[in-house]
């Protein structure tokens, strides 16, 4: 027989089998390695696209309600205005000036910040004495500053107000005051 092989050519092939086989392992054990690091990194990728889609909607839905809200506000501006300048043109008229608790201390406030940031002192204590009447502006309960003459002085009341703070006027905040009870 012609395709007889040696003891030692089959010994050769053999060998040279078991290499082939073991390198063709290793080879298979690598390429499973990677298809599991490919399918973790597509499995992360699907998350974070599912996550950056859930994102997406959730700021195209805020977006909408933001625009939304900001319309509604701009309309409320627009009315709010609108009732400014009429009440504004009614004050003008007459000698008396309505001021809620709120807008008398953030006048104030901002009167006693203006003095402090102009001038090198530093203010710690202020003593107020306002001649003043009360009001109701449809519900809201109102100081009223009248100018000179405009009232008898009988109608007005007395409103001491002192205001101290151990680095300045820093706790005296907008709001503080409160209107006084007629």
Known sequence: ????????????????????????????????????????????????RDKAEKQAEQALKSAEEQQKLAAELRAANRQLTAQAKRLTKQVEK????????????GLLQQTLQTFQEGTSFEVREVNLTLKLATAGLGDQPVLVLPEPGAMEAAALHELKISLRGPGGLAEAKPGSLKPPVP
Do not use: F
């Open 1 to 48: 027989m012609a395709s007889e092989i040696t003891l030692e050519e089959a010994k050769r092939r053999i060998r040279e089998l078991i290499e082939e086989n073991r390198t063709l392992g290793e080879t298979l054990h690598e390429t499973q390695a990677q298809v599991a690091s490919v399918e973790k990194a597509a499995k992360t990728a699907l998350q974070a």
């Open 94 to 105: 007459t000698k008396l000036h309505p001021l809620t608790p709120e807008e008398a201390s």
